[in-house]
């Protein structure tokens, strides 16, 4: 090893889903929305000012909080906006975790946390999920240097009802805790309600699943605004213009069509709904997804097979090769046309 080599910091980085490059894929891997942003968003797309690309954005991404503002009617100090919810997240571990003790988050999550713990030096403790895939909420009543979850959880998509979420909250007012709610229009009742009731807590969400804006990346975290001065103070002292101001224009663009946002909302829940039983039928179990996926385990073939005759045909999904969930795959929800083609393979290859 060179002098120079010790000194690198070194991870175990996070593995993203394949971005498959060609026509006629079928891209179930990555929890895209499968249909485009709203008109308003091609509408200001095309009467953009490219003097926008020359200027530094707006720091403050002023277009964007108000937008999110007049939405969820918080104010403007309990919104903090970054580049996708993991910029977002990423900025939170930074701020808040911070303490001697851990950060509680489950042991099948979200596979980004502990990267970032790891990266930060945030010490951290992964409690177990139970044998249905279920958050314990008991087990977060331990003390702790603060705690994150997703709910819906991925890459299970199991709910756990607000009522628990508030119980964790409430034994936790000690240390910050965040609710990742990047799939929570998709099904559920989202904590953002319980930000004014207790101080601790910060919900984060994204305009990558339900908005169709993956590619724009967008991304907000609710919450008091002492938690949100706490994040623009790091936010700034790192990189003051994070967010570029297309993605600032057009994501406000997305946030004030209410109609066509809940009409695509409806179709990926009809089409989940649908896939639940016609991966049944196929001899999939899956718990009770309430996200824009479904994690599927099938009766008697193998679920790295399945995953990779999938792929060689153009169809892609998502494969964990981990423990307690290796024989599972992680299908999106897409288009009624892109289900329709992976059950059919399904059903030949099965």
Known sequence: MKPWEANIRKVVPYVPGDQPKGSHLVKLNTNENPYPPTPGVSAALKEMDYDLFRKYPDPASSVLVDALSEYYKVDRDEIFVGVGSDDVIAMAFMTFFNSDKPVLFPDISY???????????????????????????????????G?????????????????EVEDIVSHNQDSVVIVDEAYIDFGGTSALKLTRKYENLLVVQTFSKSRSMAGMRIGYAIGNPALIRALNDVKYSYNSYTMNMPSQILGAKAVEDRAYFQDTVEKIIHTREQAKLRLHELGFTFPESMANFIFASHETARAKDIYEALRQN??????????????YLRITIGTDEEMEALYCFLKEYL
């Open 314 to 327: 153009s169809i892609f999904v998502r494969y964990f090769n981990q423990p307690r969930i290796d024989n």
């Open 111 to 145: 596979s980004f946390y502990p990267v970032w713990a790891e990266l930060f030096g945030v010490p951290y403790e992964k409690p177990a999920l139970d044998e249905n895939f279920k958050i314990v909420k008991e087990e977060y009543y331990r003390e702790n240097g």
């Open 147 to 163: 705690i994150i979850f997703p709910n819906p959880n991925a890459p299970t998509g199991l709910y756990m009802p607000l009522s």
